[in-house]
Nanobody, 130 residues
């Protein structure tokens, strides 16, 4: 019943930009913390960014801070990731995830942990060429 679907991935040259979108259905979107994760071949799944239920608090991995911006539109049940100044090392499958935890303190500590999240999208591929 719950569905999470990413879109917006593609091929881009280094220095370029992409905007990923994630739509969720079958759940009350505003009740969920959201996160973006990525996984490259041979590497562990990595937390890229997290955002609180209202969108008032955001978190970023050090590797993307200053280049990526996470946002959400609860009226549209949609999560976004604006990616600028892309680098080849950003190449990965990007996943959208929804977590039903309600503690701000816990989310601050654990936003980058996959175990926090209950629902996952199928992923969208981002490839950045040199």
């Amino acid at each position: 019943q719950v569905q999470v679907v990413e879109s917006g991935g593609g091929l881009v040259q280094a220095g370029g930009s992409l905007r990923l979108s994630c739509t969720a259905s079958g759940l009350t979107f505003a009740n969920y913390n959201m996160g973006w994760f990525r996984q490259a071949p041979g590497k562990e799944r990595e937390g890229v960014s997290g955002i609180s239920k209202s969108g008032g608090v955001t978190y970023y991995a050090d590797s993307v801070k200053g280049r990526f911006t996470i946002s959400r539109d609860n009226a549209k049940n949609t999560l976004y990731l604006q990616m600028n100044s892309l680098k080849p090392e950003d190449t990965a499958m990007y996943y959208c995830a929804a977590g039903e935890g309600s503690s701000y303190a816990y989310f601050q500590r654990k936003w980058s942990s996959p175990t926090l999240y209950n629902y996952w999208g199928q992923g969208t591929q981002v490839t950045v060429s040199s």
